[in-house]
């Protein structure tokens, strides 16, 4: 932005008319003449039109669209680093500020929005309108900023299980930072994530490892943290549990038991007792599995640890038969109040298989009519294998060899990366 039009910017911005700025300073076919950049003021009638503004020189002289580009900058990295009150902060400022802005700026502000909403968890702020606001961006932004753009968009569809959108949306990102040079190991984490879900635990692997290696160049201690428990979650998916172990209990003993967060050592000793329930020691991942529910502060977080405890009462043949019963109830209880339908299923499943009334015809049905489905549209391929494992052997055991060829054909299509 030119001297000009930053002087009319601030006219704008203070709500003067041209004749109220130059009145007793200069005429006002000269102020036009100023704003359209057709000649430039002298030092002393700058001076005193920077006065009646209320700025100085030296800001007239500063661009304000690349003041506000860098404030908005620096708000990314406010965001990045989850500083909760300075984010807010720079939000509410940025927000009155950029309403006549150039609009590639508005952009870049917008873009940036998209992210605070996603990481301040008001995606219900999103609707399909805003959703579609955020996508007209790509026309405006400049091409390095649509590395965020793709990114901040499969973070979306992540969040919201839509897995094979979210993979689409960080490859395209993948591919601009690949051609632009750039250093950012969360787009591998992201990566790892993402494909983890999907069901290719080595590709998931792979982005771990490199996000890893990222993080450990930025010495992001906690970052290196989040990479080593997603390491140890696909050594387990890919039938390696010793190893998932040995990984996960050197995160916790190679550091400093006051630097590793609770929340996150709970996650760590689920995924160790997930570790011993795959090697069948099921009284070893009963004991992580409450160690971990013990750390846990809240019911959503709680819910993956409880399940498995009822699970495993089940599967140890504990003698209190009214003790488990209870605790699925509670389990189902505990989900309904935070409305988790993935876990209210899961623990109605298990009260089903408590109960002991054999795998009958309207079980299945329920399974393939309701549950099934349920867990596709979430993307949930680990849980569907699980489902469609069930279904199929229930219709080999009646000689239903068609439809168990059927469900057979499918959990092989779900296990093809």
């Known amino acids: 932005m030119e001297l000009g039009k930053r002087v009319l910017f ?63 900058l620096k708000w990314y990295n406010h965001i990045k680093i ?41 995606t219900n702020k999103i609707d399909k309108d805003k959703l579609n606001q955020y996508k007209e961006l790509i026309s405006i932004l400049e091409y390095q900023y649509k590395y965020y753009y793709y990114k901040f968009l499969g973070i979306y569809y992540y969040i919201n299980n839509q897995f094979k959108s979210s993979l689409e949306q960080f490859q395209k990102s993948k591919e601009i930072l690949e051609e632009l040079e750039m250093d950012d190991p969360d787009l591998f984490y992201q990566l790892s994530l993402v494909t983890s879900r999907l069901n290719n635990s080595p590709l998931s692997l792979i982005y771990a490892y490199k996000a890893l290696e990222g993080f450990q160049k930025k010495f992001n201690f906690q ?76 019911v959503s977080q709680q819910l993956n640890s409880f399940y498995m405890i009822s699970l495993l009462m089940i599967l140890t043949k504990e003698k209190d038969a009214i003790k488990i019963y209870k605790h699925i109830e509670f389990g189902m209880k505990l989900s309904r109040s935070v409305k988790n339908k993935v876990y209210e299923i899961k623990f109605f499943l298990l009260k089903y298989k408590m109960e002991d009334k054999g795998i009958s015809e309207e079980y299945i049905n329920y399974l393939e009519k309701c549950v099934a489905p349920y867990f596709e549209s979430k993307e949930d391929k680990k849980f569907t294998s699980e489902l469609y494992t069930e279904i199929a052997y229930y219709y080999q055991s009646i000689y239903h060899h068609k439809r168990a060829s059927f469900y057979f054909e499918k959990l092989l299509t779900l296990k093809t990366f």
Request: net charge neutral.
């Open 10 to 72: 601030y006219r704008n911005k203070k709500q003067l008319t041209q004749s109220e700025l130059s009145k007793g300073i200069c005429s006002t076919t000269y102020l036009s003449k100023i704003e359209n950049e057709k000649i430039n003021p002298s030092d002393e009638i700058l001076e005193l039109l920077c006065e009646r503004l209320g700025i100085t020189v030296v800001q007239i002289q500063q661009d304000p669209d690349k003041l506000l580009s860098e404030h908005i």
């Open 82 to 122: 989850n500083d909760i009150k300075q984010m807010h902060e720079d939000y509410k400022e940025l927000r009155e500020k950029v309403e006549s802005i150039d609009l590639s700026v508005k952009a870049l502000f917008k873009l940036f929005e998209f992210r605070y909403l996603i990481q301040t968890k008001q």
């Open 223 to 298: 970052r290196c943290l989040e990479c080593n428990l997603l390491l140890g979650i696909n050594l387990n998916d890919m039938d390696n549990p010793v190893e998932a172990i040995s990984l996960m209990k050197n995160v916790i003993e190679n550091n400093n038991e006051n630097k590793v967060p609770q929340d996150f050592k709970s996650k760590i000793l689920h995924n160790i007792g997930y570790s011993y329930f795959l090697l069948k020691d099921l009284d070893q991942a009963k004991s992580y599995f409450r160690r971990s529910l013990e750390l846990k502060k809240n």
